[in-house]
């Protein structure tokens, strides 16, 4: 199963320093996604999953405290890097108020930026392949794989241990294959031909579960597995 590359939000309306950043970032094997202003950077949030955002303070349309707040909403435990031109106490404290995992005050080294965010990841992941996660926003749904929960809107649907497992590892190779046989062994414990077609009732299952969400699609790669697109 090949690993997947940690996923960055970076909102900043610096043009400049927004690409700069983003191909550095880019070079070290991250996936970034650059947005310009707090309203786009929110609209992409709700639509993409993100491992980490890094969020300038000083947007238009909207300054990274209230998106920082706005994110918290959704995901409590998302990591967010805080970017800014101002070193005033006040405003660093209220980045920290808000749950910020660091803040770096502009000018600042590419390089620092880099340890920081790796150092955030360290605290709040396992290892790079998200064996620790267990919150994931899936297109307009949150699914929390600790309490076996999938929420869109104000519906919360109980799942079961196998639903959820099998979940887990689909959000976790997002946009890339969930091996078959590595799902059966590691859910079902062996790959039999029952298991298998257990495996298929559970996929169709999850299915119904995100239906509301038309982005969203579970493929069958045949003779392969499953993959996850959303």
Sequence with gaps: MNQRKIRVMLAEDDENLGYLLKEYLQAKEYDVDL????????????????????????MPLKDGFTLAKEIRMVNPSMPILFLTAKSMKEDVIEGFAIGADDYMTKPFSIEELLMRLEAILRRTRKDANGAEQTLFQIGKYVFDATKQTLTYEDDVRKLTTKESELLKYLCLNRNTLLDRNFALKTIWADDSYFNARSMDVYITKLRKYLANDPTIEIINVRGKGFKMIY
């Excluded at 310009?36 to 303070?57: P, T």
């Design 35 to 58: 947005y310009k202003d707090g309203e786009k950077a929110y609209k992409g949030f709700q639509n993409n999953y993100y491992d980490i955002c890094i969020l300038d303070v000083m």
